[in-house]
């Protein structure tokens, strides 16, 4: 089983990136996505999640309006598209798998099974 966050680097505040999620080693279609971000020293934040269908999505207060969730099963891929990005979006970024269940999706908290490694966005000013 694999997540592989990519996609990260610096860019300027007000500019775009598009962060990628590829999974391997389950079926994609059965489980949610969701996005999270950590900083040194802080918990890790809820950043966006889609649930399995995609029919779903869901946003943190900060990131709202400015950044969307999206999923390509033909590519077993889940996206970040971040725009007007600023300067306390920097953090390292984090996907993860929640598996379907008949509770539904919970995308905010963190009873995800599986976890990839982040990658690293820097907003400068």
């Known amino acids: 089983v694999q997540l592989q966050a990519s996609g990260g680097g610096l860019v300027q505040a007000g ?3 598009r ?5 391997s080693g389950f079926t994609f279609d059965d489980y949610a996505i969701g996005w999270f971000r950590q900083v040194p020293g802080k918990e890790r ?3 966006a999640g889609m649930s399995w269908t995609g029919g779903s999505r869901f946003y943190g207060d900060s990131v709202k309006g400015r950044f969307i ?4 099963s033909a590519k077993n891929t889940a996206y970040l598209q971040m725009n007007s990005l ?4 920097t953090a390292n970024y984090f996907c993860a798998a929640q ?3 008949e509770v539904g999706f919970r995308p905010d908290s963190l009873d995800y099974e599986f976890w990839g490694r982040g990658t690293q966005v820097t907003v400068s000013s």
Do not use: T
């Not at 962060?19 to 999974?23: D, R």
């Not at 969730?69 to 390509?72: C, F, P």
């Not at 600023?86 to 979006?89: G, M, Q, R, T």
């Open 15 to 17: 500019g775009s990136l």
């Open 86 to 89: 600023k300067p306390e979006d």
């Open 99 to 101: 598996i379907r269940s």
């Open 19 to 23: 962060l990628s999620c590829a999974v």
């Open 69 to 72: 969730i999206s999923r390509d």
């Open 45 to 47: 934040d809820f950043v």
